[in-house]
């Protein structure tokens, strides 16, 4: 049918098991998505409002339909792969309003095996030049009652970190938001999970329970004039994303997110370098009795400095001592005050001189800074970082995700790059894919993880094993691992010098391979780590991968993770609070034979949850091992050739 008459439009993904249709009514379009026949999405409807402008998506017809086959194909610095090679087929829908002032849009729709995307472009057009958009009606119509795992927010400010609520889409509570990613598992085992792709210039999207749909919730501006977005036309909105899969490793390898993304807008990359650093503020900085005046000085420094170099660690964190941070600051409370300055250090401290020294050892430095206390300064303190030989930085205390903090983020990444500067940012949205895009991007937290074991007892295995199945479906997930202080429950304080950890040391070991970071922390001290059982393989394990498998994964039970750098092979396992025994198939290996060397919780793991058993041996691919985990135990393994 000639374009201006149809009504309906279908796209199939490459392997033809993903189906979305879209119609058109009087009202809305909707639309709708199967898997292998079982409808996930049903009848869903597509509006957007704005400021001094009538609603679109009413009265709209089909003005031109294209679809097209593409490849994705390209390299990752950092990631779970480091190239991807992804099919997809795309639909390109220009709808256009009937009535005055006849408006167009375009909905943009791609399809692979494993999920689908859509977003919205708005070209410029005669009487339509600029946008201010408030708000972005995206309904997610879930087929069914299924099963959702997700992060619950009180509002829109927000560092992203919580426990997760796991309830039946008909028990969740009404007009609430929904952090993304946000697991959904059907009946018969389908798995679906919702997030966005691509957020450059654009508000971050929440989902919320309202009139019986999941609909999408743009963050807004600050300045209270209720947009969310505004921008020159022609725009983009994010690709809202949808992971799908009968099986729930999938989503967990899928390189959707990425694929979506912009190309690497970097130029020369020969200066980004992923690796593991320390990180002394969650330890208490804690120094021997013998060393000289330890505090914000060349002395502190060179203790951290010199155990990277013999550990073999790329990088030591300067953060803070005494809880005020490295850099002169008239705040309180690590907030910056009128005169934060981050290019001057506080007296006592010579950062050209740590730089120095570290590089002599073969050791980067990173810093501590607070966003607010830097983005003021960000070329002045760009510059001088790179000065002194700074390779990169954590950017803390964001917590926020509308249009403007968007925005900044992409600044300081950009301006980062021309100053051979990596970034971690705190206190921040879920990653979109834009390490691609800009890959000294190395990891985000946005997760209630490890630093917490300072001030509560909140971080337990069940909810560590919450973070592949939700958080890191969107990518990097940024924990404070290396703690080597593990005790039964029983035993667990509270103590912000040495924290304690629940879990056993192998489970320690096995989020190293179970999460994705470009930039591992090793945040325990250095007499905590060397000489103790477990810290070989901390010091072995890779930040960046060649390939990524999911071997096995039960969401709230256990997870078990294959990953790939060069011909090694690393795998971690998780475990909740149950005693398990598992086994992993080693058919993925190549038709060698291979050395393993295995970290496996002790059989008195219950009770000295830091004991654990360390074996080597030979094995060929048709080999199945057989795992015992602990309660809140874990599993980590090292194969070679």
């Known amino acids: 049918m000639p374009a201006w008459a149809q009504k309906t439009a279908r796209l199939f993904s490459p392997d033809k098991r993903l189906v979305y249709d879209l119609r058109l009514t009087d009202s809305f379009p909707v639309y709708s998505v199967t898997y292998k026949g079982i409808p996930l999405i049903v ?20 003005a031109d339909v294209a679809i097209r086959e593409g490849v994705e194909d390209y390299s990752l610095l950092t990631g779970k792969t480091s190239h991807v090679r992804d099919g997809y087929r795309e639909m390109i829908l220009t709808l256009k309003e009937t009535i005055a002032p006849f408006r167009r849009i375009k909905l943009i729709v ?6 689908l995307a859509f977003r919205y472009e708005f070209p410029q057009q005669e009487g339509w030049t600029s946008l201010q958009l408030t708000g972005e009606h995206t309904r997610f119509r879930l087929a069914g009652d299924p099963r959702i795992k997700a992060l619950l927010l009180p509002n829109f400010t927000s560092s992203h970190e919580g426990e997760y609520t796991t309830t039946s889409w008909n028990s969740l509570k009404a007009d609430t938001l929904m952090d993304m990613p946000a697991l959904f598992e059907f009946p018969g085992h389908y798995y679906m999970a919702i997030t966005e792709a691509a957020l450059l210039d654009y508000a971050g999207m929440y989902l919320e329970k309202h009139d019986h749909d999941l609909t999408g919730r ?20 994010p690709w809202r994303v949808l992971l799908i899969s009968d099986r729930v490793g999938a989503l967990i390898e899928s390189n959707i997110i990425t694929d979506l993304s912009p190309p690497c807008r970097i130029g020369d990359t020969s200066w980004i370098r992923p690796g593991k650093t320390t990180f002394p503020w969650w330890n208490g900085n804690v120094v021997p009795d013998t060393l000289d005046a330890p505090g914000n000085n060349f002395a502190t420094a060179q203790y951290y400095i010199d155990f990277c170099a013999r550990a073999g660690l790329q990088y030591h964190s300067v953060v803070e001592y005494g809880l005020h941070e490295w850099y002169v600051n008239d705040g309180a409370g690590f907030m910056p005050g009128p005169h934060a300055d981050p290019t001057h250090a506080v007296p006592g401290l010579d950062m050209q001189q740590v ?31 790179e000065r002194w030989g700074i390779n990169g930085m954590m950017v803390d205390f964001m917590d926020r995700d509308d249009q403007q903090m968007v925005n900044i983020q992409t600044e300081i990444l950009e301006k980062a790059a021309r100053h051979h500067l990596h970034i971690q940012f705190h206190g921040a949205y879920k990653p979109t894919g834009l390490s691609r895009t800009y890959p000294n991007e190395f990891t985000r937290e946005g997760t209630l993880n490890y630093e917490v074991n300072k001030w509560a007892k909140r971080i337990t295995p069940d909810h560590d094993l919450n973070m592949p199945f939700t958080r890191l479906l969107a990518g990097a997930t940024d924990y404070h691992l290396g703690g080597f202080r593990a005790v039964p429950d029983s035993l667990f304080r509270v103590q912000y010098t040495r924290p304690l950890m629940l ?21 325990d001290y250095p007499d905590a780590y060397e000489g103790q059982p477990g810290f070989e393989f901390i010091q072995q394990v890779p930040t960046v991968w060649d390939e990524t498998k999911v071997i096995d994964a039960v969401v709230d039970k256990y997870i078990i993770i294959a990953r790939r750098k060069g011909e090694e092979w690393f795998i971690g396992a998780i475990n909740d609070h149950e005693a398990r025994e598992v086994t992993i198939p080693l058919s993925f290996l190549g038709p060698h034979t291979y050395t393993l060397v295995t970290w496996s919780d002790a059989y008195d793991a219950p009770v000295n949850p830091n004991h654990l058993e360390t074996r080597t041996q030979q094995l060929s691919p048709q080999y199945n091992m057989t795992i015992k985990m602990a309660p809140g135990g874990g599993f980590a393994a090292h194969i070679h050739r």
């Open 43 to 62: 009848s869903s409807s597509l509006s957007l409002s704005f400021k001094d402008q009538r609603d679109l998506g009413a009265k709209m017809k089909l």
């Open 503 to 523: 879990g056993t040391r192998c489970h320690m070991l096995g989020m190293y391979v179970v999460l994705e970071s470009a930039l591992a922390m090793v945040c």
């Open 218 to 237: 743009l963050s807004p501006l600050p300045d209270g004039s209720g947009l969310c977005v505004r921008a020159d036309l022609p725009h983009y909105s």
């Open 355 to 385: 730089c120095d020294y570290a590089h002599r050892k073969g050791v980067g430095i990173r810093v501590w800074v607070h966003w607010a206390a830097l983005y003021p300064r960000l070329d002045s303190a760009f510059a001088q970082f």
């Open 110 to 115: 791609r399809a692979f095996d494993d999920g």
